[in-house]
C-alpha cells in the first residue's frame, strides 16, 4: 500500500497529474504521461544518432568492464548514502513489497523504532565463492564418493540429499514467510523503506550490490538488522557465484536502476539466474532507464559504447531500453508478463524556468504456477551464451 505523505495523506500512483493547460506549466515540479511531438521524438531519435556516431575504442571498453567494481566503489566513496534518496514511492508503484500493510499501518517514519534494536551487522558477507556450509557440503561428497563403489550408490544418495536438506534449512532467512531480494541495493535507499514499513514478522529483505563499499554503507546504517536483513556482496554477471539462498526461495525480486549498469549481452543470464530464485508465484519488480530519456540525449559523442549504451564520466555505464527488450528479456526467462509501461514524466525547475522530459519503464514479471517438471523445463533454458 501507498506510504503517506508528510501531511497525512496517501502517496498518488504515478500518472495521475496531468498538463493541460501549458500556462500552468510551472505550477508543479513534475507531469505525468506528458504526450510527445513528432517533432520532439525526431529530435531525440537525432540527437541520439548524434552521440552514436563515434563509439569507444575496443581496447577501453574491456577496460570499463574489468575495472567496473572499481568504478562503482569510488562512486560510493564519493557520494556514501548522499546522493540517492529514499525511494517511499516504492510502495505506491509496487505495492507487493509491503502486500499486508494498509493505510492505517504503514509508516514510513518508523526509523526510530527499528534503530533501537539491538541486532547490528556484523560483517561482510561475499559471494566470491562457495560459502563455507557449501564447501562443507562439497567436501563430503567428495569424500563419500571417493570411499563408495557402485554398491554403495543409494547410500551416497541419500547422504547427499541430507545435506542438501541441512543446506536449505540453514540459508538465512530460512525461517522467513516472505523474502525480498533487493538487487544493486546501493547505499539502501530501498532496503531501509522497505523495512521500515513492511512489518510483517515473517519478512525477510535481502540486498546485494557489486560494490563492496555500497554494501558496507548498507550495513553500517543504524536500521540494519540482521534478524531482518542480509547483505552481501555479488556479481549478478558471475554464473558460477552462488547465491546465499536456494532457488525458488524468493517472493519478490527488486531491480531499480540496476538492470542497465550491465553489459547488454550478459543480461538474459542474469533475469534467468533471478528467475531461478524466484517461487511459482513470484514477481520481479523493475524500473529502469526508457529509449530518449533526458540522460541518453544529454552524452556526448565519444561515450558510446554500443547502440544506446553509455560510459559517464565517472566510469559506470548505462543502457537505455524499450518495452519490447525487456519483454524479450523476462519473456526468454519464462516469466509472465504482469505490467510493463512507459513512464514519461516532465520535470520542472520552477527556479530556472527548466523543462526536462524523463522516460523511465516500469515492469512487473511473475513466474508462473506450474508443475515443477515444466517450471524445471522453462529455468533450465539458456540462449546461446548463457551459462
Known sequence: MAAPSQDGRRRKQFGNRFLTDPARLFQHNAWDNVEWSEEQEAAAQAKVQENSTEFVP???????????????????????NGFFKDRHWLFTEFPELAPNQNASTVDVCASEAAAAKNTKGSGLWECNGLSSLETGILECQDSEISSCNSTHQTQTEVAAQKLEEQKLRDFPGSSATYRILEVGCGAGNTVFPIL?????????????????????????????????????VHDLCETGTPFPMPDESVDVVVLIFVLSALLPEKMQCVINRLSKLLKPGGIILLRDYGRYDLAQLRFKKGQCLADNFYVRGDGTRVYFFTQDELDLLFSTAGLEKAQNIVDRRLQVNRGKQITMYRVWIQCKYRKPKGDKESLGERSNFHPSGCT
Not at 575496443?58 to 556514501?80: C, L, M, P, V
Not at 535481502?206 to 553500517?220: G, I, R
Open 58 to 80: 575496443q581496447d577501453q571498453q574491456d577496460a570499463y568492464e574489468i575495472s567496473a567494481s572499481k568504478y562503482w566503489n569510488d562512486f560510493y566513496k564519493t557520494h556514501e
Open 196 to 232: 521500515q514499513t513492511n512489518n510483517d514478522p515473517g519478512l525477510f529483505v535481502y540486498c546485494c550490490d557489486f560494490s563492496k563499499t555500497a554494501v558496507e554503507l548498507v550495513q553500517a546504517h543504524p536500521e540494519y538488522d540482521t534478524s531482518r536483513c542480509f547483505a552481501f
